[in-house]
């Protein structure tokens, strides 16, 4: 366990929400209408899922676009990240767990420092 000081670098999931939001302002979009009332939209490199009230639920960014998302969002109904999935080393396996309170803060982030599927570093904010 450590503590992540202020300041710190907190990953990849930050960059990852920022470059959605630079994305929205252009670029080439397409949408697909799934079962359900979900709807799918892809951008560049990113996916988003969307559940029939319209909010989204899902983020994926291919950063490689190698087919496989390195990094995955999932979404609480009040539109704020409850966790995000990591593929830091892009070897198809999450690596880094970024967990979030209720709020969208970050709560912990979850390491798995040796590539064995376990996590073995819990990092926590001050």
């Given at each position: 366990?450590s503590?992540?000081?202020?300041g710190?670098?907190?990953?990849?999931?930050?960059?990852?929400?920022g470059?959605?939001?630079?994305?929205?302002?252009?670029?080439?979009?397409?949408?697909?209408?799934?079962?359900?009332?979900?709807?799918?939209?892809?951008?560049?490199?990113?996916?988003?899922?969307?559940?029939?009230?319209?909010?989204?639920?899902?983020?994926?960014?291919?950063?490689?676009?190698?087919?496989?998302?390195?990094?995955?969002?999932?979404?609480?109904?009040?539109?704020?990240?409850?966790?995000?999935?990591?593929?830091?080393?892009?070897?198809g396996?999450?690596?880094?767990l970024?967990?979030?309170?209720?709020?969208?803060?970050l709560?912990?982030?979850?390491?798995?420092?040796?590539?064995?599927?376990?996590?073995?570093?819990?990092?926590?904010?001050?």
């Amino acid at each position: 366990m450590s503590i992540l000081k202020a300041g710190t670098r907190i990953g990849y999931l930050g960059v990852t929400l920022g470059v959605l939001a630079l994305a929205g302002c252009g670029g080439a979009e397409s949408g697909h209408r799934l079962p359900g009332g979900y709807r799918l939209i892809q951008k560049d490199q990113f996916q988003a899922l969307y559940g029939p009230e319209g909010r989204i639920e899902r983020l994926l960014h291919d950063r490689n676009r190698d087919g496989r998302a390195e990094a995955v969002v999932v979404y609480r109904p009040n539109g704020t990240p409850e966790r995000g999935e990591l593929d830091t080393d892009e070897d198809g396996r999450v690596d880094r767990l970024e967990h979030f309170r209720a709020d969208g803060t970050l709560d912990r982030v979850e390491i798995d420092t040796n590539r064995d599927g376990r996590v073995d570093r819990t990092d926590y904010p001050q």
